[in-house]
Nanobody, 123 residues
């Protein structure tokens, strides 16, 4: 089992920046591939970014590429998402996800999920 807790969400103006984090406990964090997903009101959950267990590879949704950066610190058992140039369409609940075996852009690729943190971007 891996327990994930997101933090750092909040309200930010369009064009601003925000960093959210996910802290893990339970099974060895560094063996897990990690990802961020988001879900806006009335929409399906969508992939945002992912990072392999070693941090050696990262992947981004086209909608956030060049604006968002995913990173991890295995010594602190934490994965972060730095979000720049935020726009109102980035408003969503952001979820952290983990899986030790699978890695991808589908939410079914991840076995463990956090409760989510709200990010609201005002225009």
């Amino acid at each position: 089992q891996v327990q994930l807790v997101e933090s750092g969400g909040g309200l930010v103006q369009a064009g601003g920046s925000l960093s959210i984090s996910c802290t893990a406990s339970g099974r060895t964090f560094m063996s897990n591939n990690m990802a961020w997903f988001r879900q806006a009101p009335g929409k399906e959950r969508e992939f945002v970014a992912a990072i392999t267990w070693s941090g050696g590879a990262t992947y981004y949704a086209d909608s956030v590429k060049g604006r968002f950066t995913i990173s991890r610190d295995n010594t602190k058992e934490k994965v972060s998402l730095q979000m720049n140039s935020l726009a109102p369409e980035d408003t969503a609940v952001y979820y952290c996800a983990a899986d030790a075996r699978r890695f991808g852009r589908r939410d079914t690729d991840y076995a463990y999920w956090g409760q989510g943190t709200q990010v609201t971007v005002s225009s």
